[in-house]
Structures are given as structure tokens and as C-alpha cells.
């Protein structure tokens, strides 16, 4: 991978990490197009999805600081109710992570028809958000449960993290505002957790396909690009303009099974 492809992924990375637009799905496609080997570059994608965390700990840098700061009063109040609602959708996607990490690194692959199809499934979730009333003000226990299956399922290429778990907040009732913070903190430990094992596993330095000048300008891209799309996408939730991205993911998921079906049979 040269520095000038790192560029591109990274910057491809952190733009769609938070907006609903699928950012593994959209990696995948972009590895595909420059022709890079989407099954020696896992330590890149891990590094920029490290980025993009950076990032939101950047913008919920207050939030952040607010419930760490509470949770050490030692009391049930409501900074220490959100912070179990969030370790519990963090259940399903540890699981996944613990138990599964091999299966789910096999989706990974470059297989534009299956993240073309999963891109589908996005545009289909954000279209169905209009669906949606925001009349709840809390996120409650079994919704954090349900928000975190979604967050699961979007382990897949082309299944939008932020896409599914906003949605399904939306759908279930809950305010816009509320979910798209809880969308965004939920995130955090998981893919730290997945960047400390992969380091501790030796897996990243033992992968030989990106370089450490590549993997740092992926990283930089990913973290400055993802500062102005975490901002812009808390923006567009809140205005409830997710209709377009439902429209774009549509499209780009029907142009990406075209062109993978047309591979396949060449």
C-alpha cells in the first residue's frame, strides 16, 4: 500500500464512520478499486477504525469527562445508569468479537456483491427511520439490548454501525439527540478493546502487507477527516435528513453488486 492509498482510505475511513453510510463496507469497496489485498491489509483497518475513535473521544471529549466524574461519586445517579445502559449494548459485539473474530475477518475479503447487498440493507434500515416517532426522552435497559444486537450485525462490510444503531433507536421511540450520542459512546470500548487485542496478539506487527509510514497517514487521515464528519453527522440526526443517505447507500450497494457480478463472470 502506497502513502498516497493510505491517504485515500484514511480519509474514506473517517468521512464514514460516522456518517450512516457503512464506513467497512465503503474500506472494502476502496481497497477493491486500488487493488489492494483486502486480506493483508486487516492491521490498516484496524489502525483507522482506531482513529475514528480518537476522534469521538475528541468531540465527546465533555460527555466523556462528565461520566467518568460521576461514576466515581459511587452512586446509582443518572451518569451511572447511562454507563450501564452502554456496557450492556456492548454485550453482543464483545461476544462476536471474542468467540467469532475469525468468521467475521472472512467477510473481509473484497467480495464487492456481498457488501454491495449488505449496503441494501443499510439503505433499507435508514428508509424506514421515517417510520419513526421521537416521543421517549430515555434510552432504557432493553433498548440499550436491541441497539446492541444492531451494533452486532453491523460487524458485516457494507451494514452501517451508526446506520443501525440510530436507526433502531429511532425506531423504538427514542429522541434523536439521545441516540445519536449513545450511537456514537457505545462504539468506544469495543474497537479499543479489539485494537489492544490485536496488538497483544502480535497480529498487527505480524502482518506484512502495510507499511508504519502508510499505517500512520491512514491513521491521521481517519482521525482529522472524522472530527468534521462526527460533528456534521450529530447535525444531519438531528435535523432527520437521513432519507438521502438511505437514497446514496442504494445506490452505491446496486453499483457494487453490478461491478462484482460482472468480475465474477469475467
Known sequence: MSWLEALILGILQGLTEFLPVSSSGHLELGKAILGIDA???????????????????????????????????????????????????????????????????????GNTV???????????????????????RKINFPDAVIIGIAQA??????????????????????????????????????????????????????EGGVSIPALLIGFFAAFIAGLFACKWMIGIVKKGNLIYFAVYCMIIGLIAIFIGSGQSIL
Open 114 to 136: 456481498f457488501v454491495g447487498s449488505m449496503l441494501i440493507v443499510t439503505a433499507i434500515l435508514l428508509a424506514l427511520t421515517y417510520l419513526s416517532k421521537s416521543n421517549r
Open 153 to 206: 450485525f453491523a460487524v458485516l462490510p457494507g451494514i452501517s454501525r451508526s446506520g443501525a444503531t440510530i436507526s433502531t433507536g429511532l425506531l423504538l421511540g427514542n429522541k434523536r439527540e439521545f441516540i445519536t450520542r449513545f450511537s456514537f459512546l457505545m462504539v468506544l470500548i469495543p474497537i479499543i478493546g479489539a485494537n489492544l487485542k490485536d496488538i497483544a496478539d502480535g497480529d498487527m506487527l505480524a
Open 39 to 109: 486480506e493483508h491489509s486487516l492491521a490498516f483497518t484496524v489502525v483507522v477504525h482506531g482513529a475514528t475513535v480518537l476522534s469521538t473521544i475528541i468531540v465527546f471529549r465533555k460527555d466523556i469527562w462528565d461520566l467518568i466524574r460521576d461514576l466515581f461519586k459511587f452512586q446509582w445517579n443518572d451518569s451511572t445508569r447511562y454507563i450501564a445502559k452502554l456496557l450492556v449494548s456492548m454485550i453482543p459485539v464483545l461476544f462476536l468479537g471474542l468467540f467469532f473474530k475469525d468468521q467475521i475477518e472472512s467477510f473481509f475479503t
